[in-house]
Nanobody, 127 residues
Framework: QLKFVESGGGSVRPGGSLHLSCEASGFALPAYAVGWFRQAPGKEREGILCINTSGGVTFYADSVKGRFTVSRDNARNTVNLWMNSLEPDDAGTYSC????????????????????WGIGTQVTVPS
């Protein structure tokens, strides 16, 4: 099965930081564009960023721009997400998924256009 495994979630105070990882299983991650999504209870799944294939351009949603940074660790077949200045609205289950082989990041990040979803990792930001 081709899938991701997310890790690194936890609880952090407002203004704090977390590091999430997304490790690919069964495929070579550098060849795929990857999206990060989050979903709070009762809310729609929200795309927060998309990173193109290794060496390509990364795009961030306005809600996280300037606070979140994504990078690739190709030796570990992993995409890392560095989250800073976390706010209560950042709480949710964070998941990663890939675009089809040969497909770059789309203009709109809808979950139906991504595949190989992991089960996600939970982030809470209690005040």
């Amino acid at each position: 099965q081709l899938k991701f495994v997310e890790s690194g979630g936890g609880s952090v105070r407002p203004g704090g930081s977390l590091h999430l990882s997304c490790e690919a299983s069964g495929f070579a991650l550098p060849a795929y564009a990857v999206g990060w999504f989050r979903q709070a209870p009762g809310k729609e799944r929200e795309g927060i960023l998309c990173i193109n294939t290794s060496g390509g351009v990364t795009f961030y949603a306005d809600s996280v721009k300037g606070r979140f940074t994504v990078s690739r660790d190709n030796a570990r077949n992993t995409v890392n997400l560095w989250m800073n200045s976390l706010e209560p609205d950042d709480a949710g289950t964070y998941s990663c998924a890939r675009r089809p082989l040969g497909s770059p990041c789309p203009t709109r990040w809808v979950p139906e256009d991504f595949a190989s979803w992991g089960i996600g990792t939970q982030v809470t930001v209690p005040s």
